[in-house]
T-cell receptor, first 117, second 114 residues
């Protein structure tokens, strides 16, 4: 069965600090996708990144970076030099690919990030 | 940039009333979804829809729920007889397999049952 665990319920940092959000997943499949979504206070879900299970390269996009490690089943998200606008709930999600018609996201419980000025 | 649009953004309804939430998925997407998020909780899968039929549904999606694609653009979620515990944000989403399997979400419809 699929499962996504985000053990950090809430993180509070001061602006310009770096912060890492943890995500650990469980799956029986060898082919799967991992995602991060941002949910700002306005409520929408904003797609940040998708990573497939065959691509373990770390990725950097501006202040955001992602560290995917299959050996530890983790897909951690780091924000460098955090800003107040980064304050949001961040969700990690997993989708298995064993049957296309069953493709769906299973979300973790989310990590609320508060960046204080 | 194409996006998933949902209406209404917020609806208040009385317990026992029927509610229809509407969605216009991204135009070339073929796979559609409804998810639910009770206030302060995780986002939960309700149902997926492909080729004019439900491909998978969760145990939350009981007989009170139904989905429909009445025309080539809309995708609706109907709750037949709302309960207090149906109060939540409902997200519509869509994906295009050819474009890498990312699921894109609408801005959500906040349903309050009183």
């Amino acid at each position: 069965a699929q499962k996504v665990t985000q053990a950090q319920t809430e993180i509070s940092v001061v602006e310009k600090e770096d912060v890492t959000l943890d995500c650990v997943y469980e799956t029986r499949d060898t082919t799967y996708y991992l995602f991060w979504y941002k949910q700002p206070p306005s409520g929408e879900l904003v797609f940040l990144i998708r990573r497939n299970s065959f691509d373990e390269q770390n990725e950097i996009s501006g202040r955001y970076s992602w560290n995917f490690q299959k050996s530890t089943s983790s897909f951690n998200f780091t924000i460098t030099a955090s800003q107040v606008v980064d304050s949001a709930v961040y969700f990690c999600a997993l989708s298995e690919d064993w049957m296309d018609s069953s493709y769906k996201l299973i979300f973790g419980s989310g990590t609320r990030l508060l960046v204080r000025p | 940039e194409p996006e998933v649009t949902q209406t209404p953004s917020h609806q208040v309804t009385q317990m026992g009333q029927e509610v229809i939430l509407r969605c216009v998925p991204i135009s070339n997407h073929l796979y559609f979804y409804w998810y639910r998020q009770i206030l302060g909780q995780k986002v939960e899968f309700l149902v997926s829809f492909y080729n004019n039929e439900i491909s998978e549904k969760s145990e939350i999606f009981d007989d009170q729920f139904s989905v429909e694609r009445p025309d080539g653009s809309n995708f609706t979620l109907k709750i037949r007889s709302t309960k207090l515990e149906d109060s939540a944000m409902y997200f519509c989403a869509s994906r295009d397999r050819a474009a890498g399997n990312t699921i894109y979400f609408g801005e959500g419809s906040w349903l309050t049952v009183v």
